[in-house]
């Protein structure tokens, strides 16, 4: 059925979103989430620790993405503006994640984005200035507060 890896690593990680919808992260089982991915339970071990491994290689995948925009913007030496709208533009094409992440992954991915960006930016304060706007702003669009217009 799966091709690959990345196949049967996609496939979890969103039958755990899916999931995600309507329940919370520590009512989630290995066993639901094989079925619905329609696995094994050694199939997923085999790619994933537990529940929270599988959460987390679909955050980075998330991060890195960001983390590409926010390259491209600087390689292109736009302004910070540019670089919101790409962003919006992402949270827009993914809003079913920030949402799931919004509500309960938010510590979790704020966290990961904050260690990331510690990581890969050079300068202390673009650190603050990038990963805080990033939250911020992920927030706010997808509460309604800021139109796309806007930005």
Known sequence: MYKNESDIKFFITESIFKLLENKEIDNITIKEVSELSNISRTTFYNNFNNISDAINYK????????????????????????????????????????????????????????????????ENIKYYKVSGSIINLCIAYLDNNINKKDI
Do not use: P
């Not at 998330?62 to 983390?67: A, G, R, V």
């Not at 913007?73 to 790409?86: G, I, M, P, T």
């Not at 827009?92 to 260690?115: E, G, S, T």
């Open 59 to 122: 955050l980075n995948i998330l991060i890195d993405e960001i983390y590409s925009l926010y390259l491209l913007n600087k390689l292109r030496k736009r302004s910070l503006d540019y670089l919101a709208k790409d962003i919006i533009n992402y949270v827009d094409k993914n809003r079913k994640y920030f949402l799931i992440i919004k509500n309960q992954l938010f510590f979790y991915f704020k966290r990961l984005l904050d260690d990331f960006f510690l990581n890969n930016v050079s």
